[in-house]
């Protein structure tokens, strides 16, 4: 007898997704009771973001043995970051021609224009600097993704640089550690 494989967590969580929407439809308002589920299952997954996101970037940089190393896997990721986000914009054009969002919808056209022109003006100069934190507390604490990005990737160039040592090891040992600890964290959640 063939033996069954066990269901992917993928599979899980797509069946899942189904199962609520069919649930929403025939119940209507009184699912809204359960909403709370999803506001808990939400939180534990950005909880561990911004440590995620720091662990990641500075052990992809510290790990780098030198300059010419790290420019390689930089260009990796800026074509596979260009290739995804290319993807997802012709994605969300190709749906939303199909699906034509917002029709019979109708706006008050002063009062959004309003709302636009009284948004605070962006320069380039104060993005730029905005991406740099003067405090890695508040950055993590305000979910300032740019700019723990930004921390990630600094101290990440300062492990780089360090000679190789029992400290550097001991580092890059926690950062992993850390990161499997995360990976675990968010392994179960999905579970969940």
Do not use: H
């Not at 260009?82 to 699906?99: E, F, P």
């Not at 224009?113 to 934190?133: K, P, R, Y």
């Amino acid at each position: 007898m063939k033996e069954r494989k066990p269901m992917s967590l993928t599979t899980k969580i797509f069946l899942a997704m189904i199962v609520g929407a069919v649930l929403g439809l025939v119940f209507g308002e009184r699912m809204c009771q359960f909403k709370f589920i999803g506001d808990i299952w939400l939180n534990s997954i950005k909880l561990i973001m911004v440590p995620l996101v720091f662990t990641i970037m500075t052990l992809a940089v510290g790990q780098q043995s030198n300059a010419q190393s790290l420019g390689r896997v930089a260009l990796r990721i800026v074509l596979f970051y260009a290739m995804t986000t290319l993807s997802a914009a012709i994605l969300g054009i190709l749906i939303s021609s199909l699906i034509k969002p917002g029709i019979g919808l109708t706006l008050d056209e002063a009062a959004a224009t309003e709302e636009l022109a009284s948004g605070a003006e962006i320069s380039l100069v104060s993005f730029i600097s905005g991406m740099f934190s003067t405090n890695i507390f508040q950055s993590f604490t305000d979910g300032n993704m740019m700019q723990v990005i930004v921390i990630g990737l600094l101290l990440g160039g300062a492990l780089m640089a360090m000679p190789a040592s029992e400290n550097k090891t001991r580092i890059l040992g926690l950062l992993g550690a850390c990161n499997e600890l995360i990976y675990k964290y968010i392994g179960i959640v999905m579970r969940v």
